[in-house]
């Protein structure tokens, strides 16, 4: 999962082959690959915590607990997994350092789900405890690029790129909640609402030898470094590798495997550093009938034994209400679905926890959106074994400011291998209109013919899925966001 975004790296990449999927059994699934909040400190009183619970309350409590924190402890697990090394080392740096990947995977690539085959990533994990970063951003000419960035709770609070910012040089100042000071001339103050910040960048790249080059040429002159390193000479620092941090298990796995005395241990601890934001003041006071204080020690063996019995069935039961609410998380409109709600999540935390789960790292939907299809126009799951075509009238192609595309998985959601090595189709493709103006895309197991190979989706012998991106999606009729356009039904033909 873009993951991913979800991190295409994707964010998927720390959901390994398999695990990205058991527990999802819906096209809503891997879709939610698709998007900020300020920051408050709420000081509660303790010392009421355990008393102010009854059993059955705190059964209830706990679960509401459980979602809301469950963002914040996966990025932290995320954190941990992605940034335990010593040196720069394939898709993990230490903290406060870039991974900038370098091509799109092929058809044998099986350490992520639902690859990405349209932007390249660039990804560094801060800490602005101590002080701010500097991120440095070249002129980037024409190409379409994008650098969200999350704060520990998964909301995208700033996304810098050629959306919001344009193209042209520019250098911004991340810094954390607590920070004041001065920064240098011309460098903009982007204030994070917690110390741990996630940069998810994506740079769009044809895949063709000359623009990998060029792609590169961009990428390289990303700059990261901290506020005193600023106008000097800079290597950033050899990480530490830690032995104890399990690199094996998917994060999600390891989140869902703790107990619940130490995952509410865990969610007061990162509540310090990353406080709660102005609208979670209800929740807060939630947490704190439960003993869960931002900052304070949280020990379920002080807790009242009936208590501390209700709060232990907090996490399958919050486990099955995060996943279950796939019904309730996106849209389904002629076979495809997906999401306008991700990105800035407000008070809806159980929505917040679903992307989490199955995307983390999703952008806002002004930057993307991922329509998902499992199944044809009559409701039958996509085979090779068949013929589609998905058609698109004169002037209703995906509206988009960016780009889109449609990329072929298989059932398990890698590339399909294919004589043309291909596994998007897009405008990059040259692709051939219609006498009248309306577009054809051909998805099948065989070429429909040379002439028309420029739209041919390769698809396997067996089953597959689809996934539509539409980056910078317009915001004005025509719009998938608005609604007042959607994605064709992909039909059977003979």
């Known amino acids: 999962m873009d993951m991913p975004d979800q991190v295409s790296l994707h964010v998927d990449a720390l959901f390994t082959k398999g695990q990205t999927l058991n527990a999802l059994k819906s096209p809503v699934s891997l879709l939610m690959l698709i998007l900020a909040s300020g920051w408050l400190f709420v000081q509660t009183n303790p010392t009421q915590a355990d008393e102010t619970a009854k059993p059955d309350d705190a059964a209830n409590l706990a679960v509401d607990a459980y979602v809301y924190g469950y963002p914040l402890v996966t990025m932290e697990f995320t954190r941990r997994v992605m940034t335990n090394t010593d040196e720069l080392k394939g898709t993990h740096a230490p903290m406060g350092q870039f991974v900038r990947m370098r091509e799109y995977p092929s058809a044998k690539f099986r350490d992520v789900t639902a690859p990405n085959a349209d932007t390249l990533y660039s990804t560094a994990w801060l800490d602005l405890a101590k002080e701010p970063y500097l991120l440095s951003l070249p002129d980037m000419g024409n190409r379409y690029f994008l650098m969200p960035t999350l704060d520990g709770w998964t909301n995208v609070f700033e996304v810098p790129g050629t ?129 869960i204080v931002p900052g304070k020690d949280f020990d379920i063996s002080k807790v009242d034994a009936e208590v501390a019995k209700a709060l232990a069935k907090a996490p399958q039961a919050a486990q099955e209400k995060i996943m279950g609410h796939f019904k309730d998380a996106g849209k389904l409109e002629n076979g495809w679905t997906f999401t306008t709600n991700a990105g800035v999540y407000g008070a809806d935390y159980l929505q917040r926890a679903f992307i989490t789960a199955i995307g983390l790292g999703a952008n806002r939907p002004q930057d993307a959106i991922y329509p998902t299809s499992t199944q044809d126009a009559d409701g039958q799951k996509y085979s090779g074994a068949n013929k589609y075509v998905a058609h698109f009238p004169k002037g209703q192609t995906p509206p988009v400011n960016a780009f889109w595309s449609i990329t072929m998985y298989d059932a398990a959601y890698f590339f399909v291998d294919n004589p043309l090595n291909k596994y998007t189709v897009s405008p990059r493709n040259a692709l051939k209109y219609n006498p009248d103006g309306s577009l054809d895309i051909y998805i099948q197991n065989e070429s429909p013919e040379k002439d028309r190979e420029a739209n041919w989706l390769p698809a396997p012998k067996g089953e597959f899925v689809l996934m539509m991106r539409l980056y910078w999606p317009k915001d004005t009729a025509p719009s998938i966001i608005d609604g007042t356009w959607g994605p064709p039904a992909v039909r059977q033909v003979e």
């Not at 103050?189 to 790249?205: D, F, H, Q, S």
């Not at 000359?210 to 990480?239: E, I, N, Q, W």
């Not at 590798?241 to 509410?264: C, H, W």
């Open 163 to 291: 959306r919001t910012t344009g193209n042209k040089a520019q250098t911004y100042a991340i810094t954390g909640p607590d920070w004041k000071g001065n920064l240098p001339d011309g460098v903009k103050e982007l204030k994070a609402p917690t110390n741990m910040v996630w940069i998810l960048g994506r740079t769009y790249c044809t895949g063709t030898p000359d623009d990998y080059k060029a792609c590169h040429a961009v990428m390289d002159k990303y700059d990261l470094r901290p506020l005193s390193a600023y106008g000097k000479p800079f290597t950033p620092p050899a990480g530490k590798t830690d032995p104890a941090i399990d690199m094996k298990t998917a994060v999600r796995e390891q989140v869902n495997q703790l107990d619940a005395g130490s995952y509410f241990k865990l969610l007061a601890t990162l509540m310090q550093d990353n406080p709660p934001a102005a609208e979670d003041a209800p929740m807060v006071e939630k947490l704190a009938k439960i003993g």
